[in-house]
Every structure is written in structure tokens, then in C-alpha cells.
């Protein structure tokens, strides 16, 4: 009986710390692959050179980039609205 008790304790106290620590949201400092705000050194090159009439030329990692950025607000905001 002692050493069930014992055993139902530390489970116990494991799932508490598990549920627990599931709650707290999303902290991109634990998370430090990758950062949409912070593009990489391929994107930080542009623009690359403007034409004739004037049109500015950005490489694809820069195209890209944006697209990831339109993503990450659109996500955002539906966060917010719930």
C-alpha cells in the first residue's frame, strides 16, 4: 500500500508538471531555428538593383520572405480574434 502511494504521488506530480508547463503559450526565445522577423543575410541583400523605369529587382529569398511574413501576421490575427 506504501509503495503504491508512493508511485500514484510522482505520477501524479509528473502529470501536473506536464499539463502545467503545456499552458504557457508560445516563447520564440525557446525556439531559436528560425524567426520570420529576423530574415536571414540573403534576404538583408536587397534590393539587388533597381530598372530602367524604375522598378526595384529583389531576389527569390526576398519574395520568399515576404510571402513567410504575410503568413505569420495572417496567423496572428486569427489568434487574436479568438
Same mark, same amino acid.
Given at each position: 500500500?506504501?509503495?503504491? !502511494?508512493? +508511485? #500514484?504521488? /510522482? +505520477?501524479?506530480?509528473?502529470?501536473? =508538471?506536464?499539463?502545467? !508547463? =503545456?499552458?504557457?503559450?508560445?516563447?520564440?526565445?525557446?525556439?531559436?531555428?528560425?524567426?520570420?522577423?529576423?530574415?536571414?543575410?540573403? /534576404?538583408?541583400?536587397?534590393?539587388? &538593383?533597381? +530598372?530602367?523605369?524604375?522598378?526595384?529587382? /529583389?531576389?527569390? #529569398?526576398?519574395?520568399?520572405? $515576404?510571402?513567410?511574413?504575410?503568413?505569420? $501576421?495572417?496567423?496572428? *490575427?486569427? &489568434?487574436? *480574434?479568438?
Amino acid at each position: 500500500m506504501r509503495r503504491l !502511494s508512493r +508511485t #500514484a504521488i /510522482v +505520477t501524479l506530480s509528473l502529470l501536473f =508538471c506536464l499539463s502545467s !508547463s =503545456c499552458h504557457r503559450g508560445y516563447n520564440p526565445a525557446l525556439y531559436p531555428s528560425y524567426d520570420v522577423l529576423n530574415p536571414g543575410p540573403e /534576404v538583408r541583400l536587397n534590393p539587388l &538593383e533597381f +530598372t530602367e523605369d524604375g522598378n526595384l529587382i /529583389v531576389n527569390q #529569398a526576398f519574395i520568399l520572405w $515576404v510571402e513567410e511574413l504575410k503568413q505569420e $501576421v495572417i496567423k496572428l *490575427r486569427k &489568434e487574436i *480574434r479568438k
